[in-house]
């Protein structure tokens, strides 16, 4: 699919391991770059059930993995409620959580993901439910937007960013990515942009996590992928920034000690030069792996 380059893909093959017989589950299959290369490892009999929220990158996935039919099954659906989307097909030998928007997403100008394509402040990954980015910041108070700017973005200018949003809207209604992006902008002194991103990344981050809820349940998502798990089997997670990367973390932590787990990752894997010059979105991945920790063991 053009346009479309899995992260960190090597890396997830090495450490799950997919194996002819297996039974794999796609959390977050996205466009289906790392199930195409799964269903690839698993020749000729392994299986992979990929649960996305993206109605629209579903129907994609659905075309690019056609050739492996009767092999992969798609499901339209959270992975907040895996247990009741995936629970009867387990137990699965690897579990792959893919978090963050996907290149569709931030490619389609009408989706309203990015700053750099002016288009609707949609920002919703499943655009069949819930209210836009355009709504959110219409509606909440000051207070509420620097709180949510500060939370989600680790933004530090999220009071003046707040404060210009609330003064702008009350001239005219704020509806496009590119308002937004100016209204950042013009917010934080030129001589203080952030180095190496655009002013408004932290602001657009943080909208787009709060409207999409993405780290609502994460860490209970991520234990209850670990119950899904056939002994040894892995689960691994490729976070973008970082609040996934330390949620990851944490739950990975939490449940080696518990002696549900065994982290395999004790410092996140991250892509090489080469990667990153061939997909500039892969510098930002971390890539955490754990194993579920047998009786015997």
């Given at each position: 699919m053009v346009g479309h380059i899995p992260v960190l893909c090597s890396e997830v093959l090495a450490l799950l391991r997919p194996r002819p017989g297996g039974r794999y589950l796609d959390a977050t299959v996205g466009l289906g770059g790392h199930a195409e290369a799964i269903l690839q490892a698993s020749h000729p009999d392994g299986t992979l059930l990929g649960i996305d929220c993206d109605a629209e990158a579903l129907d994609r996935t659905r075309e690019r993995l056609a050739p492996f039919r009767p092999r992969v099954e798609l499901r339209h659906g959270r992975f907040e409620v895996l247990e009741v989307l995936a629970g009867a097909d387990g137990p699965f030998d690897g579990i792959l959580f893919d978090l963050g928007a996907s290149s569709l997403q931030l490619d389609t100008p009408e989706r309203g993901f990015a700053f750099t394509w002016e288009g609707p402040l949609d920002m919703r990954m499943d655009r069949q439910?819930?209210?836009?980015?355009?709504?959110?910041?219409?509606?909440?108070?000051?207070?509420?937007?620097?709180?949510?700017?500060?939370?989600?973005?680790?933004?530090?200018?999220?009071?003046?960013?707040?404060?210009?949003?609330?003064?702008?809207?009350?001239?005219?209604?704020?509806?496009?990515?590119?308002?937004?992006?100016?209204i950042v902008a013009r917010t934080i002194p030129r001589r203080l942009w952030p180095r190496h991103i655009h002013p408004a990344t932290r602001t657009f981050q943080a909208l787009r996590i709060a409207v999409n809820e993405e780290l609502t349940g994460l860490g209970t998502s991520l234990e209850r992928a670990v119950d899904l798990l056939a002994p040894a089997g892995r689960a691994a997670v490729i976070s973008f920034q970082s609040l996934e990367d330390r949620m990851v973390k944490q739950t990975w932590r939490g449940l080696e000690a518990a002696g549900r787990v065994r982290v395999l990752t004790k410092r996140p894997l991250t892509a090489g030069a080469d990667e990153v010059g061939e997909n500039p979105r892969a510098r930002s991945a971390k890539l955490r792996v754990a194993e579920r920790v047998t009786e015997s063991s």
């Open positions: 439910q819930g209210g836009t980015a355009a709504d959110l910041i219409m509606a909440l108070t000051e207070q509420e937007l620097a709180d949510l700017i500060y939370r989600w973005g680790e933004e530090r200018w999220s009071r003046r960013i707040a404060r210009a949003i609330v003064g702008a809207r009350q001239r005219e209604a704020i509806r496009t990515t590119g308002d937004l992006a100016e």
